[in-house]
């Protein structure tokens, strides 16, 4: 079904909010090439697993397991996707396994980023001069234009295996050097899973502000994970997933002339979902553009989210070192009713917020 629909989709064509008196609110090789055998390929000694010189002075998201203190990058968004400043200390509340915890501190500030750019480069949606190839090209160029001198960033590319096309530099060029491989996509598979759980786990151990930005259709097609054992791999490695999820006008124009099945249809809309859980489980987000205008506002968000966080930390009340996952839940209370803080806008009027983070840890084991 799904090869069905490649066919089909191939064608080219604010400031602060306040609550008064309170708080303020490769070129790649192609199929008949001599491609080695996954045996073959070298393996990278890379930055994209551990770099302590990275993202100097940014706030760690990481569980201290010599002084048992958990650090939390925290967000909080409006409903138009814009970060609100400037909320108290007072007025967090931070659950660990329904359990309040006793905040230490809630620092605020502005970090260099430290991202993967995993993008989906395959025969599946990305054939030489598709919609599907334009798309992903101009977000993955458009989004490296975006960065900052002093950001990290790197590059890697998928179809049935992961590439690392640049490690994580700050020189712009060797990103477009990277960026510039990507032409004519060489196998029909897409391994998502396997991609985005490899490259979590290289950055684990990497310390600071981090992410990945996922560019894809969303489908997996060849996988040795599974869903659900890539939510796990996510939760437990720490690293915020930021998703775009590509087609999205296609796939309706397709829908609308009758030519998506209604398995295709449901395929793609599962697709969805996932990006939207692993987003959510990590304490990321997933952007579903229609149109090319919307690109630079996605961008501006990602860096809104990723730079400006609230730093929470706290020294949790289960001490116990037994390996076992740790469910956190931040809130905006106010302390003298124990209820919801509701937040206005400067016009006084309530809006809708949402609060940006990793939904829990794995505690440390403890050295038998």
């Known amino acids: 079904m799904i090869l069905v629909v490649a066919n089909m989709l191939t064608g080219q064509t604010q400031g602060p909010l306040k609550e008064p008196g309170s708080t303020v609110a490769r070129p790649r090789k192609s199929a008949d090439s001599n491609t080695p055998n996954e045996e ?27 002084v048992d203190i958990v650090t939390l990058d925290v967000a909080v968004i409006d409903n138009k996707g814009h970060f609100i400043p400037g909320i108290p200390q007072g007025n967090f509340r931070v659950l660990e396994d329904n359990v309040p915890q006793q905040l230490r501190k809630v620092d605020m500030g502005e970090a260099p980023m430290t991202i993967a750019l995993v993008i989906e480069f395959s025969n599946l949606f990305q054939r030489y001069y598709s919609y599907a190839w334009f798309q992903t090209l101009q977000l993955a160029w458009g989004f490296a234009e975006s960065l900052k001198p002093e950001d990290y960033a790197a590059v890697v590319a998928y179809d049935m295996r992961t590439e690392i096309l640049t490690d994580f530099t700050t020189d712009k060029a ?188 794995k505690a440390p084991r403890a050295v038998e």
């Open 174 to 361: 060797k990103i477009r050097e990277g960026l510039d491989r990507l032409k004519i996509a060489a196998f029909s598979e897409a391994n998502m899973f396997d991609a985005i759980t490899d490259t979590a786990d290289r950055m684990s151990e990497i310390e600071g502000r981090k992410a990945i930005l996922l560019i894809t259709s969303g489908i997996d097609t060849f996988s040795k994970l599974t869903y659900d054992q890539t939510r796990k791999k996510l939760q437990e490695s720490g690293v915020p997933i930021y998703s775009i999820g590509i087609m999205q006008m296609q796939r309706e124009m397709a829908d609308a002339r009758g030519g998506m099945s209604g398995a295709a249809n449901i395929t793609f809309l599962q697709a969805d979902n996932e990006l939207r859980t692993f987003a959510k489980e990590t304490g990321g987000a997933a952007y579903f553009p229609r149109f090319e205008g919307e690109y630079g506002q996605i961008f501006q968000m990602l860096h809104q989210a990723l730079r400006n966080q609230y730093v929470l930390t706290y020294q949790p009340s289960n001490t116990k070192h037994d390996g076992a996952f740790r469910k956190i839940k931040v809130e905006l209370v106010n302390p003298a009713t124990n209820e919801p803080l509701p937040v206005k806008d400067e016009k006084g009027k309530p809006i809708k917020y949402q609060i940006v983070t990793k939904t829990g840890y």
């Open 40 to 66: 073959e390929l070298p393996k990278i000694p890379s930055k994209l697993k551990k770099d302590p010189q990275l993202n100097k002075g940014g706030d760690a998201v990481r569980f201290k397991t010599d």
